[in-house]
Antibody, heavy 123, light 107 residues
Framework: EVQLVESGGGLVQPGGSLRLSCAAS????????MSWVRQAPGKGLEWVST????????YYADSVKGRLTISRDNSKNTLYLQMNSLRAEDTAVYHC????????????????WGQGTLVTVSS | DIQMTQSPSSLSASVGDRVTITCRAS??????LNWYQQKPGEAPKLLIY???SLQSGVPSRFSGSGSGTDFTLTISSLQPEDFATYYC?????????FGGGTQVEIK
C-alpha cells in the first residue's frame, strides 16, 4: 500500500525557515518523480515544485522560486522541501504527491497524495 | 501560465442526480487534463487522468471527456460519498495549474 506521510510543519515568523519531510513507502521511491502541492486555508490547490526520480531535474512555481528548495534522499525514501524567507502568503497545508513517471514528462500526473502538514507564517 | 476555469464553483444536488462539471483551459492542452476529488481534511484523490481515463478503483459512475480547451467531469448517479470538492488540473506544461474547484453539496 502506498503511503505518503508529511511532517515538519508548524508556526514560523515571517522571514524564517522550515524544512518539510515526506516519508514514502509501498513503492520504489526512486522510480517516480515527486511533487509538493499546497492549499491555503479555505482555498484551492496550488502546485509548488516537482523533482524527478533521480533528483537531477527540478521545477518550481514562480511564487516560490529562490526561496523554496525541493530535494530527495532515495536511500531514505524521503522527499524534502526546504523553506526559507517565508512570507504570510506561504501559509498553507503542504501535500506531497507521487507522480506516475520517473521523469517529468508532458502529461504527468499524481496518483497518490499525502494528507499534508500545516505551515503557518505569522508574527 | 495556462489558466484553468471551472464552472460552476458550487452546486447543490440530490442523491441519484446526474452531475456535470466543466473545465476550460486558456489554451489548448490536448488531453492533458486530470480530475481530483477532495473531501474536507483529506488528501486529494485522483479520479480521471488524460481527460477520460478512469483511475483504478474509481467507480464507473465517474467519467471524463473533452480535448483541446473544453473538458467535462460527469457523475452519472450521485452517491452520498461523492459530496466533495472537485478540481481539474492541466499537465500540458509547467507550472501545473488547477481550476478553482467545484464544491458539490447536498440539496
Amino acid at each position: 500500500e502506498v503511503q505518503l506521510v508529511e511532517s515538519g510543519g508548524g508556526l514560523v515568523q515571517p522571514g524564517g525557515s522550515l524544512r518539510l519531510s515526506c516519508a514514502a513507502s509501498g513503492f520504489t521511491f526512486s522510480s517516480y518523480a515527486m511533487s509538493w502541492v499546497r492549499q491555503a486555508p479555505g482555498k484551492g490547490l496550488e502546485w509548488v515544485s516537482t523533482i524527478s526520480g533521480r533528483g537531477g531535474t527540478t521545477y518550481y512555481a514562480d511564487s516560490v522560486k529562490g526561496r523554496l528548495t525541493i530535494s530527495r534522499d532515495n536511500s531514505k525514501n524521503t522527499l524534502y522541501l526546504q523553506m526559507n524567507s517565508l512570507r504570510a502568503e506561504d501559509t498553507a497545508v503542504y501535500h506531497c504527491a507521487k507522480s506516475v513517471t520517473r521523469d517529468i514528462l508532458t502529461g504527468y500526473y499524481h496518483d497518490y497524495w499525502g494528507q499534508g502538514t500545516l505551515v503557518t507564517v505569522s508574527s | 501560465d495556462i489558466q484553468m476555469t471551472q464552472s460552476p464553483s458550487s452546486l447543490s444536488a440530490s442523491v441519484g442526480d446526474r452531475v456535470t462539471i466543466t473545465c476550460r483551459a486558456s489554451q489548448s492542452i490536448s488531453s492533458y487534463l486530470n480530475w481530483y476529488q477532495q473531501k474536507p481534511g483529506e488528501a486529494p484523490k485522483l479520479l480521471i487522468y488524460a481527460a477520460s481515463s478512469l483511475q483504478s478503483g474509481v467507480p464507473s459512475r465517474f467519467s471524463g471527456s473533452g480535448s483541446g480547451t473544453d473538458f467535462t467531469l460527469t457523475i452519472s448517479s450521485l452517491q452520498p460519498e461523492d459530496f466533495a470538492t472537485y478540481y481539474c488540473q492541466q499537465s500540458y506544461n509547467t507550472p501545473l495549474t488547477f481550476g478553482g474547484g467545484t464544491q458539490v453539496e447536498i440539496k
